[in-house]
């Protein structure tokens, strides 16, 4: 099946620091990426839709210059966290879309990116 | 966007057949219904994916009445490593619609 990877896998960063997460599909090309944000116990709160080539679609209450992302590419998509605080600690997940044929669509996610910031 | 209800959690013992059905009220005409499974710190994992009736893989199994309002996700003689937490999603199946993550369904796979 399709492949998403992240990178990094996980990140301690400083309160006030910025830091990127990349996220690739390996073996196939996305046009759409998506973005979620999770917290311990809690289900994936989608953070942003985003398409290559054009502006991300950010979800209500997701600050977007905060949350910076980029789809320069038709595999690379990049969230960076900008004067990350420690309530921006979370587990970040993308994924991206497989457009479908006969069977629909399917999302393919990414392994995800632990992030603490202290 | 269809909105998705499922059990919060489940319980079962190593061996038994699961199913965790989910409800979907207003699930669109062309909306696909797609379960995925997560453990902890990792991410969802795609399980099977239908628009009617059965659908059928090697792990799991769909069931999805004719109105689609609701479905079935069967997993057969589960083990431990089935413990989880397990999601249905429903949407558009030819463009770029977002999907929304429910709550989820928990399953404890008890020896």
């Known amino acids: 099946g399709a492949v998403v990877s992240q990178h990094p896998s996980w990140v301690i960063c400083k309160s006030g620091t910025s830091v990127k997460i990349e996220c690739r599909s390996l073996d196939f090309q996305a046009t759409t990426m998506f973005w979620y944000r999770q917290f311990p116990k809690q289900s994936l709160m989608l953070m942003a839709t985003s398409n290559e080539g054009s502006k991300a679609t950010y979800e209500q209450g997701v600050e977007k210059d905060k949350f910076l992302i980029n789809h320069a590419s038709l595999t690379l998509s990049t969230l960076t966290v900008t004067s990350a605080h420690p309530e921006d600690s979370s587990f970040y997940i993308c994924?991206?879309?497989?457009?479908?044929?006969?069977?629909?669509?399917?999302?393919?996610f990414g392994p995800g990116t632990r992030l603490t910031v202290t | 966007l269809a909105k998705t209800t499922q059990p919060i959690s489940m319980d079962s013992y190593e061996g038994q057949e699961v199913n965790i059905t989910c409800s979907h009220n207003?699930?669109?005409?062309?909306?696909?219904i797609t379960w995925y499974q997560q453990f902890p710190s990792q991410g969802p994992r795609f399980i099977i994916q239908g628009y009617k009736t059965k659908v059928t893989n090697e792990v799991a199994s769909l069931f999805i009445p004719a109105d689609r309002k609701s479905s079935t996700l069967s997993l057969p003689r589960v083990s431990l490593s089935d413990t989880a937490v397990y999601y249905c999603?429903?949407?558009?199946?030819?463009?770029?619609?977002?999907?929304?993550f429910g709550t989820g369904t928990k399953l404890q796979v008890i020896p």
């Open positions: 207003n699930i669109a005409t062309n909306d696909y």
């Open positions: 994924s991206a879309r497989v457009l479908g044929t006969v069977s629909g669509d399917e999302q393919y």
């Open positions: 999603l429903v949407g558009d199946g030819g463009g770029y619609q977002k999907v929304t």
